[in-house]
């Protein structure tokens, strides 16, 4: 918090940029100035500016690259890798990880690699994370604009909704549905998507009703801009710091719910797996095969570590009041 | 505060009516009867078994049956437990799960306010760094993990507790679910009440009672705490449906036989009235806690004054 910097310094990349305190916070943003070029090259700012900010922490940094290489390992891993997903090696059953067999992590009770099984599954748990993160947000994101934008007595009805959902055991009922429509994935991507959309509705209302006031807004409808300019061109752009904030903390959020889920046995059907199931099978087998509960439950832990620290990282980045 | 709470208690129906229709509808969507089963039953005596449980009437004379009953706690027969009804297991299972769950409430209360005002008043120090640490490890390592590893540990390899069972409540049997039902939230609320704490020793009238030379730990027992408890509070009503879903797995794991297992165990067995009957109680019971926290946090404020 020390190199406090207006968002224009973001063009100049020095990093080093002296303090300029001249921005109070609550007025941060600079793609909303109705200056003419605004539009593409101030938005570009905002990400640059958080992305400098993002790079000085170095926990969100770590935390980052080994997403990546999680997220890499999952997807590439496969193919690198000797055996297939539910191949079974007949010589290995429950056999410890060790270089000589080429098992690097050991195999399960049904002499599958672990290794192996670990990245599909991380395969799914990341899909899973995605997709439903994604569908939360899309309807999170137009329900709460339209609802802040709208205002009104639309508004009252729609936060009303909200709120009833909210008190709703949701958990419970993404079971129920679960049992009443059997194991499916894309069940799963719409079930939480579903589930999490609540707090991005919220968020993004507040966002879309506080912005709504200001003046560049003012600004923008005496020039005669049209409605849906303003949406896209201002209300976004201005509103997408802490949506992305709230996106990085329900990804790990969502991908604990995924791994309840088949850790219940409720997720992903075989032969699909996922580390929640994984981590289900390993408690099984804890006590003779160890490494079938810690190897997945260490990738699972690991993962979600990390997306705890980068959404930390990046409210910091993005949060205006933080500057 | 009457007035009030019987206002939120009448904003509660429309929450449950919105629970229970969706579950009764969900259920009686669902593939397949609960009399499929591996063996074909003849026509007639399916035909009597579904007349038994009023499954041939029209769907909203159903819907509304269900109701009635339910108004009446009655929950319907289950459907795999033969000759128990879903009220009866809910009556067996619930005593169980609100001991574990109480005491995890508890545990996580006790546990984590201390060591949120501790790394709050040593800010930036050692101890504060281990805190937040395990605090941090706490969050991101799911209960479904840490329970087995707690299992594995100290009931296999050292053996001090057993790994699993009820054993009708003995204490023994508690300590290992208990805290694997808490070390979630004990770190939740350590970190929400440190966040809390170090904002209300910033503000202004903690100067002031410091500038006229209250003892330091005058300032904190009897002007910072009570302020820095209301986040927590509020926090409170989210924690215990958190335990509540959690004592789920819990339950599972290490064999309790509380609404939890119950409700797992029906959704395998694809027990469809006792499934939607834990959902129907838990949402009733989520409900209730929410109202409760919220009057627990009226009494902590007092510039929240619910009179109107």
Known sequence: ?323 | MLTYTLKRLLQAIPTMLVVITLSFFLMRVAPGGPFDGERQLPPEIEANLKAAYHLDEPLPMQYLRYMGNLLQGDFGPSFKYKDFSVTELIAQGFPVSLEIGGLAILLALLLGLPLGIIAALRRNSGVDYAVMGVALAGIAVPNFVIAPILALVFGVLLAWLPAGGWNGGALPNLVLPVIALSIQQIAYIARMMRASMIEVLGSHYIRTARAKGLSERQVIWRHAIRPALLPVTSYLGPAIAGIITGSVVIEQIFGIPGIGRYFVQGALNRDYTLVMGTVVFYGALIVLMNLLVDLLYSALDPQIRYDD
């Not at chain 1, 098992?103 to 599954?121: E, K, M, P, Q, V």
């Not at chain 1, 958990?171 to 059997?182: A, D, P, Q, R, Y």
């Not at chain 1, 849906?228 to 604990?256: E, F, S």
């Open chain 1, 1 to 323: 918090m020390t190199t406090d910097t207006t968002p224009y310094s973001g063009h100049n990349m020095s990093g080093g940029a002296p303090p300029a305190g001249g921005t109070p916070p609550g007025s941060p943003s600079p793609p909303t100035e109705p200056d003419p070029e605004a539009g593409a090259v101030a938005g570009e700012s905002l990400g640059r500016d958080a992305w400098r900010r993002l790079r000085q922490n170095r926990a969100a940094m770590v935390s980052l690259v080994l997403l990546i290489a999680i997220a890499a390992a999952c997807l590439i891993g496969p193919y690198l890798l000797p055996w297939g997903l539910a191949e079974v090696d007949w010589s290995a059953f429950n056999a410890a990880p060790s270089l000589e067999s080429g098992h690097l992590l050991g195999t399960d009770a049904n002499g599958r690699d672990l290794l192996t099984r670990t990245l599909y599954g991380g395969r799914v748990s990341l899909s899973v994370a995605l997709v439903a993160s994604f569908v939360s947000l899309v309807i999170g994101v137009l329900y709460g604009a339209i609802s802040g934008y709208v205002g009104g007595r639309l508004d009252g009805y729609m936060m009303r909704f909200v709120d009833i959902m909210y008190s709703l055991p949701f958990m419970f009922l993404v079971i129920l549905l679960m049992v009443v429509f059997g194991r499916n994935i894309f069940l799963i991507y719409a079930a939480i998507g579903a589930v999490e959309w609540l707090d991005m509705a919220r968020i993004v209302r507040g966002q879309t009703l506080a912005l709504k006031q200001r003046e560049f807004i003012e600004a923008a409808h005496a020039l005669g801009v049209r409605d849906r300019k303003i949406v896209t061109r201002h209300l976004i752009p201005n509103a997408i710091g802490p949506v992305i904030v709230y996106v990085t903390l329900t990804v790990p959020k969502v991908i604990l719910l995924e791994s309840f889920l088949s850790f219940l046995g409720l997720g992903v059907q075989e032969p699909l797996t996922s580390w929640g199931v994984l981590i289900s099978e390993g408690t099984d087998m804890m006590q003779s095969a160890p490494w079938l509960l810690l190897v997945p439950s260490l990738f699972l832990a690991t993962t979600l570590f990390c997306l705890n620290f980068l959404g930390d990282g990046l409210r910091d980045a993005l949060d205006p009041k933080t500057r």
